[in-house]
């Protein structure tokens, strides 16, 4: 976008943003034309899609920092012989204008789509492009709501809430641009811990209780998970049968390859399991060496099966319906079932006592070290921080290694004028209506709460969001 | 003796600052339509025996260390608590039920000018609401060491959010 506007209004156009530049009754300035854009852009995509059953497209905005996007874009060449990375500067601009105008423009409508991630890179005490890193607290503190992914190498990338893609070599892919970044999980199948974990306790104790139960439940999960490859691998056959008979349109235009794409692993259950277990899913050892016990296994495994064709690896998935599903079947199976709906998380979302710090931890390396296609933490606040506090925060995550999270503000519609706000309101302030609605993330996307499930509605009411006020 | 209730992180407390709170008990104040009645009464571990190894659990994540509550049950450890923070690096703040002038008069005596960051004072009333209320009697200042006094800060909490 930023090559064409610079086509269109000169090297330098973000000089020039207050130029009128169109004709007619209502002129519009450099600005006005890009805002535009980024209008058509937005609504146009968030338009219900038919081939996705009437939903609108999944989509993601990928944010860089200057380290990555030189990484990334090194050598990328436009039509014109022109390069990009010399051009960082005018795209940095642009970048933030979107970012600015996407915020403004949700407290005029509820946009569930793009999810956005911003790329920070640290030297493993703070960030290398500190100026970005001053921006995105800045944006928070403005109330927006993105992820943030921060790694010590420009290794990965993160896109919406949990796909973590290793680049592996910087070749154009179409996907992104360019910059080989392909993304993408063919399959995602997942197993669910806590009745895995329950299972095997209950053998474990059969036959007398001997040995080390962690070292159990480890092989258990090897088992496990050995089964779960063979039915994606028998998936994959058929996509790539699929494929070969040029039924699959993206492959056959070239947006993506089969071999990109990951065959994916997924854990429900795991904080559940714990709980059976009495293990405390907090920052303790035990849970650090029943996570591990669990992970590790799936991590070799992804490993030791990766051929030139396939590539697996593990999320700690969304489950937004599955989550719910298992609690179900396992409820009705006679096992322990703690809650309705399974956690997504490392941690319980209703327990107080695990604060903003605990949580940060419990997504960090410690826990999701072996975690290859990542998770994210959603850092729920009742209320906006300030730019120092988030400052502070994103250091935290650095500290920690939790690579990738965002803050989860609920944010309030007002069903009967519309007006929403970037905070929670029991009383619409322009309509003093009581008829509102809240808006936060089910997982990934923004979306209004009561359009949710009914068991995921309440798990949202559950959900712990710190610093509630305790004057 | 202090004793404590848990322990949070918490962002709204301390005006921007990530502050570890400790809810203290044995609140004499009594105030009508109190947020936490809990801690009117005696419950709770020894702070003192605990606050080292809690503190230590998160430093480098925080900035403040912050005591709520029973202010005024041993004003005497509640100065050694609010010492060992500073050793520490920390900011520090006492939310104060005592009406204003009175305040903590009893943990100043132990304590040097300005050790204290942080401090709340004024009971809770319910007709004026709490800090976030503008009509508030409550009170917050924070130590300014280049001007060597307590400044009113009480105006910060009713900032307009985004």
Known sequence: MDYYIRKEYGEAYRLHVDDIVTNGLHPETVGQVIDSYFNQVVYSLNQPAAARGSQSVFWNVAYFDSPYFHQLFEGFVFPDGSDLVSHWASVNWLQRRFMKWFNKERTKNLLTFPVESFSLLNDGKTFVDKDSADFVAEMYAEGHSFFTYTSDSVDSLASCCRLRNGIQDNQFSYTLGAGGVSTGSKCVMTININRLVQNTHRAWKAEGSHGDFMTRLSSAVVDQTELIHKYLLAINKIICDMRDCHMISIYDAGFIAPEKQYLTCGINGLVEGAEYLGIKPTDNDQYATYVNAIMSPIFEINKRDKTRTVMFNTEMVPAENLGVKFAKWDKKDGYFVPRDCYNSYFYRVEDPTVNLVDKFRLHGSKYTGRLDGGSALHGNLEEHLTKDQYWMLLHTAIRTGCNYFTFNIPNSICNKCGHIEKHRFDKCPVCGSEDVDYATRVIGYLSRVSKWSLDRQKEAARRFYSTQRNL | ?162
């Open chain 2, 1 to 162: 003796m202090l004793k404590y209730t848990g322990y949070s992180i918490t962002f709204q407390e301390v005006p921007n600052e990530i502050a570890l709170v400790f809810p203290i008990s044995g609140c004499t104040r009594h105030c009508d339509g109190c947020h936490s009645p809990w801690l009117q009464t005696d419950i709770g571990d020894n702070l003192e025996d605990d606050f080292h190894y809690i503190v230590g659990k998160y430093i480098g994540e925080i900035t403040c260390v912050c005591f709520m509550g029973g202010d005024d049950v041993d004003p005497e450890a509640l100065a050694r608590l609010i010492k060992a923070a500073l050793l520490y690096g920390l900011k520090t703040c006492v939310y104060s039920g005592a009406p204003y002038g009175t305040a903590c008069t009893e943990v100043f005596r132990h304590l040097e000018r300005g050790d204290l960051t942080y401090l709340k004072v004024g009971p809770y009333i319910r007709e004026l609401g709490g800090l976030a209320s503008s009509t508030t009697n409550q009170r917050m200042y924070r130590w300014n060491p280049k001007r060597n006094y307590y400044e009113d800060i009480t105006s910060w909490f009713w900032r307009k959010r985004v």
